[in-house]
Nanobody, 121 residues
Framework: QVQLVESGGGLVQPGGSLRLSCAAS????????MGWYRQAPGKQRELVAT????????NYADSVKGRFTISRDNAKNTVYLQMNSLKPEDTAVYYC??????????????WGQGTQVTVSS
């Protein structure tokens, strides 16, 4: 069983930046693919970014390409989402997810509880 705990959400003005963190329990974090999803009110959960177990490959939703960067530190059992040039439409609850398949582009075996990101002036 893997437990995921997100942090770093908050209120930020348009054009600002935030960095989300997701800390994972367990000693085999380095074998999991990791991802970030988000869900805005009244909308379906959508995939934002994923990263493979060895961090050699990452994938992004078109809506965040060039603005968001996913990274991981396997020594710290942590995955990050650096969000720059934030827009009001980025407002959502952001969820961290892990997958036992280290190359999965849609991690979904384990989920965090979510962290709220609000972009507003």
């Amino acid at each position: 069983q893997v437990q995921l705990v997100e942090s770093g959400g908050g209120l930020v003005q348009p054009g600002g930046s935030l960095r989300l963190s997701c800390a994972a329990s367990g000693s085999i974090f380095g074998r999991y693919a990791m991802g970030w999803y988000r869900q805005a009110p009244g909308k379906q959960r959508e995939l934002v970014a994923t990263i493979t177990d060895n961090a050699r490959s990452a994938n992004y939703a078109d809506s965040v390409k060039g603005r968001f960067t996913i990274s991981r530190d396997n020594a710290k059992n942590t995955v990050y989402l650096q969000m720059n040039s934030l827009k009001p439409e980025d407002t959502a609850v952001y969820y961290c997810a892990a997958d036992r398949d280290g190359t999965s582009w849609y991690p979904r075996d384990y989920w965090g509880q979510g962290t709220q990101v609000t972009v507003s002036s």
